[in-house]
């Protein structure tokens, strides 16, 4: 069943896209960038990425057969669900509100041949926390940042 989140998140990339054709947008709540790889190339790429920024991909899970029940025409869509196991136990044990934020994600679908990715910026957590919190955040959104810039760089 598609989440009416997943929808708003859909529809709030795709317009971005339209406002940011070929830009990496790096927004208060929303970091997107537009890869002109194929979706398959840009899907192992993100996967390497993640990876290589020491992050363990848990799973990645199909949107579009749920988007495309419900009547929407989509390509190809996924989330991909990354983290740092022992972040996330840390996180989720003292700071139980985070819980369902957790663990990060990105959003990657295909436009045309271009693939767009989409994460809400992990900078937005820190409110639940102090320094130790803002720190992390920090360096997660600094490490997303970095993915996106890679993933630009075939262009």
């Not at 339209?18 to 929303?30: G, P, R, Y």
């Not at 029940?69 to 136990?89: A, C, H, L, N, Q």
């Amino acid at each position: 069943m598609i989440m009416l989140s997943q929808i708003r998140a859909m529809l709030t990339a795709l317009l971005l896209t339209v406002l940011f054709c070929n830009s990496f947008v790096h927004a208060d709540e929303i970091m997107m960038v537009r890869a002109q790889q194929s979706f398959p190339e840009a899907m192992s790429k993100l996967q390497e990425q993640i990876k290589a920024k020491g992050y363990v991909v848990s799973r990645v899970q199909r949107v579009d057969i749920g988007l495309t029940k419900s009547g929407y025409k989509t390509d190809k869509y996924r989330v991909v669900f990354f983290g740092k196991p022992d972040e996330i136990r840390h996180l989720v044990k003292n700071y139980p509100e985070l819980q369902a934020y957790l663990p990060l994600k990105i959003s990657i679908f295909a436009e045309g041949s271009d693939t767009i990715l989409v994460a809400a910026n992990p900078h937005h957590l820190q409110k639940a926390g102090g320094k130790q919190l803002t720190r992390l955040m920090t360096r997660w959104e600094q490490d997303i940042a970095a993915i996106f810039a890679t993933m630009r760089e075939d262009e």
